[in-house]
C-alpha cells in the first residue's frame, strides 16, 4: 500500500486526470480501503481533545461514546452509497466509489487533525484551528459531490443528491447522538 500514490489517485479523482492506476480496485482494494476507515478514528479523537480542551480543560472526555459515534460516522458513507448504488442501479461502480472516498476523506480528516493537533500543541491559537478543521470539513460535501460524479458515475444532479444525502446522514448520526446525551 502505498500513499503517495494513493495520494496522488485521490487528486487525479478529484481533478480531471485518470485516477484509477493510484487505487487497488479489486475485490481486495475494498476491505484494504477500510483501513483507511480505521484511520478516522484516531484523527477524530484529536478533534474531539481539541473540543474538550476548548470548551474546559480540566474536563475528562468520554472516549467510549466518541469513540461510538466516530464509527458510526465512518460507517455511514459505505451504507448510503451501497444503497445510492442499488437505487440507480450502479452496482459496478460501487467498490470503485467507496474505494477511492475511503482514502480521500482520510486525508482531509489528517489535515483536520494536523491543525487541531496544532491547536492542542499550544502552536496555533483555536479559532485559526477550527476555522480551518470546519472549511476542511464541510470541504468534504465537495469530495463527496466530486466523487459521486467522477467514480461513482453520477449525472450532476444524482451527485449534488448524493453528496447531500451522504453529509445529511452524517448530521443525523451526529444528532441523533447528541439528543440521547451519549456523548
Same mark, same amino acid.
Given at each position: ?15 480531471? *486526470? ?9 475485490? !481486495? ?10 484511520? +478516522? ?7 474531539? !481533545?481539541?473540543?474538550?480542551? +476548548? ?34 442501479? *450502479? ?17 482531509? +480528516? ?8 496544532? +491547536? ?64
Amino acid at each position: 500500500m502505498n500513499l503517495v500514490r494513493i495520494f496522488n489517485g485521490v487528486v487525479n479523482a478529484l481533478g480531471d *486526470k485518470p485516477w484509477e492506476d493510484g487505487f487497488d480496485l479489486t475485490p !481486495r482494494g475494498l476491505p484494504r480501503s477500510f483501513i483507511a476507515v480505521a484511520a +478516522y478514528i484516531p484523527l477524530g479523537l484529536i478533534a474531539a !481533545r481539541a473540543a474538550v480542551k +476548548y470548551n474546559d480543560n480540566t474536563a475528562t472526555m468520554p472516549y467510549g461514546p466518541i469513540l461510538m459515534t466516530l464509527g458510526l460516522i465512518a460507517l455511514t458513507f459505505p451504507l448510503m452509497a451501497y444503497v445510492l448504488c442499488m437505487l440507480f442501479d *450502479k452496482m459496478d461502480r460501487f467498490r470503485p466509489w467507496v474505494i477511492v472516498r475511503n482514502w480521500a476523506v482520510l486525508f482531509a +480528516y489528517a489535515i483536520i487533525a494536523a491543525a487541531l493537533g496544532l +491547536y492542542l500543541l499550544g502552536v496555533l491559537p483555536f479559532f485559526p484551528a477550527y476555522v480551518i478543521a470546519l472549511t476542511l470539513y464541510i470541504t468534504t460535501l465537495a469530495i463527496d459531490v466530486r466523487l459521486a460524479w467522477r467514480v461513482g458515475g453520477f449525472d450532476w444532479v444524482g451527485a449534488v443528491f448524493a453528496g447531500i444525502l451522504i453529509s445529511a446522514a452524517t448530521m443525523m448520526v451526529l444528532s441523533f447522538v447528541i439528543s440521547q446525551n451519549i456523548a
